[in-house]
């Protein structure tokens, strides 16, 4: 099993699109995938069409024992042939675990209760839009982290905090964490701004910091998250393009995850 933390300091560079888009990827190549909606605002959970279960991500981080985990899985809307993804829903209740608890007395939870979970080949946990107790929990579950921007002013800049705390969860409580790369969204490659910007990234974090392909700007992204599908129901030229970029980046961070274990 694979747990892959999507983050980023900021709201609105697309944190969700790209752990859905990652999600589904994964299943069309036949994986059991689990989405863990960290977000209180619970976008994933939504765009998922989750069914309503008994519970939910904050119960976890209530009792964080591997039973209460399993009650808070549920079934989504989303189905396909080959594998699945089910999901552990937001609740607003969230907020009340992201507080500031100071990095000392951090005792990960989510990670604890995830300890003996089966069944899903890939884990994939949506951050909330900033780098607090929340997003901690999330790093300390996971094997990867993946950062999220968009190719603007301040994204070089929100990267390297995010990068930061990555690197600050490795060295105190998850040894095992593993910084995967940035994933550069919304990317208009004819604009020139955004072409500087992308040049700038991979000038302060070095080429292999970024996870390639780019995803490109795309309607077809919002009109699936509108209607609760994944990417790859949606029939457009623009459809096909996202999804084409996701299946990459997920074939590429299972590669990553597999070296790692072997270099153990
Ligand atoms: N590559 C993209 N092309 C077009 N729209 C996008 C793309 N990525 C994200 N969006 C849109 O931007 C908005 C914010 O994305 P979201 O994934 O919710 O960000 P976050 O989770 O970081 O807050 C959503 O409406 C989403 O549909
Ligand atoms: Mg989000």
Excluded at 191 to 201: A, G
Excluded at 217 to 227: C, H, K
Aim: hydrophobic residues 45%.
């Amino acid at each position: 099993m694979i747990s892959i933390s999507v983050l980023s300091l900021k709201g609105g560079v697309g944190k969700t699109s790209v752990a859905l888009g990652l999600a589904g990827a994964a299943a069309k190549r036949g994986l059991a995938a689990l989405v863990i909606d960290l977000d209180p605002q619970g976008n994933a959970t939504s765009i998922l069409q989750a069914r309503h279960g008994r519970s939910h991500a904050a119960a976890v981080l209530a009792h964080p024992t591997i039973e209460v985990l399993q009650g808070a899985i549920t079934k989504t809307a989303w189905t396909f042939k080959e594998g699945r993804v089910d999901v552990v829903g937001s609740d607003p209740e969230l907020i009340r675990y992201d507080a500031w608890t100071g990095k000392r007395g951090f005792a990960p939870k989510l990670a604890r209760a995830m300890r003996r979970l089966e069944g899903y080949d890939v884990v994939i946990i949506d951050c909330p839009p900033s780098l607090g107790a929340l997003t901690r929990e999330a790093l300390a579950a996971s094997d990867l982290a993946v950062v999220v921007t968009t190719p603007s002013y301040f994204g070089a800049q929100g990267a390297e905090r995010a990068i930061d705390e990555i690197k600050e969860i490795r060295a105190t409580v998850n040894p095992g964490l593993r910084f995967a790369g940035i994933i550069v969204n919304r990317l208009r490659e004819k604009t020139e701004e955004h072409r500087y910007r992308k040049r700038e990234l991979i000038a302060i974090h070095g080429p292999g910091a970024i996870l390639k392909p780019a995803v490109p700007e795309r309607v077809a992204l919002q009109q699936a998250e509108s209607t609760g599908e994944p990417i790859s129901a949606v029939k457009s030229a623009g459809a096909r393009d996202v999804a084409k970029v996701f299946d990459k980046q997920m074939a590429r961070l299972i590669r990553m995850a597999r070296d790692a274990d072997a270099s153990e």
